[in-house]
């Protein structure tokens, strides 16, 4: 498996609709969409989504919480775009 020339770690091209190949991490991750997210993903269907990754945002996150609501389920489950020493290789 390729690996980043900067960090080694193990990452997978996924081609976009665009035919482009975007670096991700190896490992899938659950996804919330979420405007002010903070992070890409790469779908199965190769669209990019703008999301929260492994929980809800937290605003939703402590929403739920006070209010006694179970957390929403995850809207999907995609490969994060690798983000390597601070900075977004691909955006």
Request: aromatic share 8%; glycine share 10%; hydrophobic share 20%.
């Amino acid at each position: 498996m390729p690996g980043c020339k900067r960090c080694g770690r193990d990452i997978l091209f996924i081609q976009n609709k665009n035919g482009k190949y975007v670096p991700c991490d190896t490992e899938p991750v659950n996804y919330w969409k979420h405007r002010h997210g903070g992070s890409y993903v790469m779908t199965t269907t190769r669209e990019k989504v703008y999301c929260t990754i492994k929980t809800p945002h937290p605003v939703i996150e402590e929403q739920c919480e006070r209010n006694g609501i179970p957390l929403p389920k995850p809207d999907g489950c995609g490969y994060a775009i690798h983000v390597c020493e601070g900075r977004r290789l691909y955006g």
